[in-house]
């Protein structure tokens, strides 16, 4: 492959680019480091590829970049730049969410559509279902995002689809479900969780901490969407899940194990934008990927804490 990865710099996007150059393959990484969170986590997310032969990187806007240029001579697209986060797309900051998700995706499918690739990867979110998909969530249920994010993350969807019909882009959806690992984003419950517990301080959960996730395991989804730049099927959206579900309480629990201390857990109301339960059916994944995740929720967590534990050292 000759892959584009966007939003290189971040979580899972510096671990995908890690996963495809160890594979042999070329990536052309490209990040805009937006104000999302600070520059200097995902500069460091990036140690280990800067300098590599087999990886380019290129600071870039996509909204302001001649796409055309950028995606010559790429083989596989792997689309993860986005304006990320359900909590925080609502009000004003919504527009944040409509040009990173939307106007962004739409000028590099557009691009795609002039200058074929093998595949584009859509790097899209279990938040598409929002409360009404009945449980484990599959691909063909009616999604009815209740996040302004899931909003834009299904609009892209349908974006992907719509130059996939009309100008046959090869896109395969994939919808992540709370991914979690080391580098995870400091805004996400594990990456506070732990944090807190590790340095002492109060963890707040949201509503009865009785919602659940299908939390998935950062390596897990690295080797799902690389075997979706491989060998998915054109044209097709599949769950990319960790295998279980599970409360947020019941999560708190590892925690506290992990930190080998009680933990000093306070109450904050809901918050708008939040799905209840998230759980998916990953058979198509395992039918088409070969995919099945391998990483439980100890022993993720147990990988998350060791990597904040060491952050926390070097920085307290
Ligand atoms: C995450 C990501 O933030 C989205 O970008 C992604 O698209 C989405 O997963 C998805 O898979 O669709 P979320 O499930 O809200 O969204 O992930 P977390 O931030 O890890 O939250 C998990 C649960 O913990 C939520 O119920 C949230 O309300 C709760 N939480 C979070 C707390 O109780 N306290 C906190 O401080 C943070």
Redesign the pocket.
Known sequence: MNALVTGVAGFIGSHLAEALIGDGHKVIGVDCFTDYYERSRKEANLSSLMGHSSFKFTEIDLMETDLATLVAGVTHVFHLA?Q????HSWKRGFRAYTARNLDATQGLLEACAEQPVERFIYA??????GDHAALPMREDASPLPVSP??VT?LAAELLCRLYHETSGVPVVVL??????GPR??P???????LLAAIRGKP?????D?R??????FVSDTVTATVAAGTHGTVGRIYNVGGGSQVS?SD?LEIVAACAGRPLDIQR?P??R????D?YADTSLAQRDLGFTPTISLTEGLRAEHEWLSQLSTVNP
């Open positions: 986005a990320p986060g359900v909590r899209s979110s279990s938040s598409v279902y994010y899931g993350k919808r992540y479900f709370t991914v979690y995870q984003r805004d996400m419950a594990f990456h506070r969780f963890i707040y959960v949201y509503g901490g919602q659940t996730r299908d939390f998935t947020v999560a904050k809901c918050q934008g939040d799905m209840r998230t």
